[in-house]
Structure formats: structure tokens, C-alpha cells
């Protein structure tokens, strides 16, 4: 990859979403750092970086929990509350907020994440492309992932790249997990040839 590379010291791969904390870094300076717990249990505001990226969150109450309320009209309104008070609190500070779509949250596919960024004209994105796949979206992963990234990614603050693993949930239904860049399920060449040009990349190890 020839993109701009991002460092994050504190993140890895599994349950990625509840241990995305810490700065993260371009050519050594500050780039931006993550709002710890996401929209809906927010810890306190991060005030010395440019940019804050949050996770929007689930109504479950867990990073790692989906929860069907998520897509019904309480989870979109709070969706819509959480970034509208999130914003306001960046911009106090000058800062630019950077929502993280994830496949189990309240913005969680490539519609919610597009009708997100009308809405709230002035926030950014950084877009971490399989986190928006299930488990029954795999089988066809080439064609989701070339959708999510000719849509989202020429609109993108910073691509996330991470792998996945599949894996049964407790229900026996086909899920998957979170793993190393370039181990799993997902073709990492076809992916690297899909991301827009000059976006900072961040690529998750273990």
C-alpha cells in the first residue's frame, strides 16, 4: 500500500470495538484519538487531538452486542441525539468527529452511514470496510466490499483495515471475528486495490 499510514498503539484485533482507545498518529504527530465507549456511553472527551472517532454505539449497551432496537426508530433517534451532542462537543473544541460504522451499531451498513453524513453536514468518517460484514454477507465479500468502498471511501477520513474470521454465534447462526490484517476470510489484494487514493490507512495487527 503506497496510502499514508496511521499508528495506533492500543489497538487489536478480536473484540476490536471495546479496546479502540488511545491516539492514533501520522508521520509521529497527533492525528486524532478515539472517543472511548462510543456515542451512547461516552467516557470523557478527548480535548488534544484534531479529530475524535467514535463508534456510534449499540442499544444493547455493548460495543460487541447488536440488538434489533438499533434500526427501529428509538435506535435511529438515538443515533441522531448522540452525534448531534457529540458534534456540538467537537466543535466547542475545534475538533473534527469521525463516526465508525459497524455492522452491529446504530449506523451500520452503507445506507445508515450515508444517510448519517446528510444529516449531520460537517462530520467525518473512517470507514473500516469489513466491520460492516456479517457472517452471511461473506460468501459474496468481493461484491460488498467494492460497493462499501466506491461509495464510502472517496468520502472517507481514514480507512480501518482489518480481517475477519469466521466463526458460529451463540445461536449456531454463521457470525464472524475480528482478526489480523491479511489473515481470514478476506482477500487483502482485492481489498488494498479498492482503497481511494491519498486516505490515511490504519491497519489492525495482533
Avoid at 462530520?123 to 457472517?135: D, E, F, Q, R, Y
Avoid at 479498492?194 to 490504519?202: C, I, M, Q
Wanted: some cysteine.
Amino acid at each position: 500500500m503506497t496510502a499514508p499510514m496511521l499508528r495506533a498503539d492500543r489497538m487489536r484485533a478480536a473484540s476490536w470495538p471495546s479496546t479502540a482507545t488511545g491516539p492514533l498518529t501520522l508521520d509521529g504527530a497527533t492525528w486524532g484519538t478515539w472517543l472511548e465507549g462510543g456515542l451512547l456511553s461516552a467516557g470523557h472527551w478527548p480535548d488534544r487531538a484534531p479529530r475524535v472517532l467514535t463508534f456510534t454505539g449499540s442499544m444493547s449497551g455493548s460495543l460487541d452486542e447488536g440488538d434489533l432496537r438499533n434500526w427501529m426508530p428509538a435506535g435511529i433517534e438515538a443515533c441522531r441525539a448522540g452525534i448531534t451532542q457529540a458534534r456540538a462537543r467537537a466543535s466547542e473544541a475545534g475538533q473534527k468527529l469521525l463516526i465508525v460504522p459497524h455492522a452491529l451499531h446504530l449506523v451500520s451498513d452503507l445506507h445508515s452511514a450515508l444517510r448519517c453524513m446528510r444529516e449531520h453536514q460537517g462530520i467525518g468518517l473512517a470507514l473500516a470496510p469489513c466491520s460492516l460484514l456479517t457472517g452471511s454477507m461473506l460468501g459474496h465479500a468481493a461484491d460488498h466490499l467494492a460497493r462499501i468502498l466506491g461509495t464510502l471511501g472517496p468520502m472517507a477520513d481514514a480507512i480501518i483495515l482489518h480481517g475477519l474470521e469466521r466463526t458460529i454465534d451463540a445461536d449456531g447462526e454463521p457470525s464472524v471475528r475480528t482478526c489480523p490484517w491479511g489473515a481470514g476470510a478476506i482477500d487483502a489484494r482485492l481489498v488494498e486495490s479498492l482503497l481511494p487514493d491519498g486516505v490515511p490507512v490504519l491497519a489492525l495487527t495482533a
